[in-house]
């Protein structure tokens, strides 16, 4: 498997966003919040992402754009998790809810913990 991140896999569709939204579950494990549901999207690939850094909490777009790139860049890494143990079609969001950055380590380290769990809760 690649470990690359494609336009593909990368969650767009307002549509879909607002399904999530309004019939999605969600996890959490601070200072990260994932939303996920089950739903039969257009893409070729099984999951479809997008990752969101609150405008409330994060006035600088600067800061924002950096907590979301960290956030990509450990789900881009840590995947495969999902890719292996999945295998209906999902969309999930992943939320930055702290007031304040973390280091990259800390993020992974919690994203790896809410992928785990995610594919917990759809093998139920």
Not at 23 to 34: A, C, I, T, V
Not at 57 to 74: C, G, Q, S, T, Y
């Amino acid at each position: 498997m690649r470990f690359t991140f494609k336009k593909e896999e990368k969650l767009k569709s307002g549509k879909l966003i607002k399904q999530l939204f309004e019939e999605g579950k969600s996890l959490s494990k601070f200072p990260l919040r994932l939303v996920y549901l089950e739903v039969d999207h257009a893409s070729s690939y099984p999951i479809q992402a997008t990752f969101s850094a609150p405008k409330r909490k994060f006035k600088k777009a600067v800061d924002r754009n950096r907590i979301k790139r960290l956030m990509r860049e450990a789900y881009r890494k840590n995947k495969y998790l999902l890719y292996d143990n999945i295998q209906k079609k999902h969309i999930i969001m992943f939320t930055f809810i702290d007031e304040k950055e973390h280091n990259f380590v800390e993020i992974e380290e919690k994203m790896i913990f809410l992928l785990h769990k995610l594919i917990e809760k759809t093998k139920n």
